[in-house]
């Protein structure tokens, strides 16, 4: 038998047929643009390429690399000119930092942490593969969000059964501040996600001008994360 994975269990976060462009795609993408210019940007957990496309419609000069676990996420990733390498990790140990041999002006990690057992181990692993200026970009799920707050009156629980962490939008920043105690360039908010707001665009564009003025009801949380400098201070126990 071979080697149980957080897909055999049953795990629905990975959806090969979804491939348009969400509002956290877009907003992920804007700080990607932002923080790395034209240099490099490394995507963790590239999924289906949303980040590859937007990076692409939006005139990105420099060259992305990709990795995953997945090899139908890496194909689908990899299918964009500015894609220039690839990397296969691990399903059941993350391993980008013994995976990958260089280092990146931006990385990002989009709806990853989540999966993820030891996330401050985690985000340090991730944080050495960042050049000396570099910013890390993360987003993960905010479990406080509206549309989960009243779901959860109706039913046992909404995570995804791969989900292994989750952070309300306090907590997330006192995991990135105090715990961590990581230089936090700026924190961003997506969207208010609405029931059958893929399938109708203008319930999109609503949730959007939203979480401007709500950003603790936002999708996502999201942070750009300055990289860690020469004796900064860090967490004790990994």
């Keep these: 038998m071979g080697t149980k994975t957080y897909e055999a269990k049953g795990n629905r976060h990975l959806d090969v047929e979804q491939v348009e462009l969400l509002p956290y795609h877009k907003e992920v993408g804007k700080l990607a643009l932002k923080h790395a210019s034209n240099g490099s940007v490394l995507d963790i957990g590239s999924g289906m390429g949303q980040l590859e496309l937007f990076l692409s419609q939006n005139g990105f000069k420099g060259e992305v690399h990709v990795a995953d676990a997945y090899d139908v996420c890496i194909e689908a990733s990899s299918d964009y000119d500015i894609v220039k390498g690839h990397y296969k990790l691990s399903e059941t140990e993350f391993n980008p930092h013994l995976a990958i041999d260089r280092k990146f002006d ?35 799920p905010n479990p406080s969000r509206p549309l989960v707050f009243f779901g959860n009156i109706f039913k046992f629980h909404y995570a995804n059964r791969g989900h292994v962490q989750a952070w309300d939008p306090s907590h997330w920043r006192i995991f990135l501040e105090q715990a961590m105690k990581l230089n936090v360039l700026e924190y961003a908010s997506d969207f208010i996600d609405f029931p059958k707001h893929r399938k109708l665009p203008l319930l999109q564009k609503l949730g959007v001008l939203l979480a401007k003025p709500f950003p603790w009801w936002s999708f996502s949380n999201i942070a750009a994360i300055q990289a860690r400098k020469a004796g900064d201070e860090r967490i004790g126990l990994l």
């Design 106 to 140: 931006v990385v990002v990690m989009s709806h990853v942490l989540e999966h993820i057992h030891n996330p401050s181990r985690a985000l340090e692993n991730v944080l050495s593969l960042l050049n000396e200026d570099g910013v890390l970009i993360v987003a993960v």
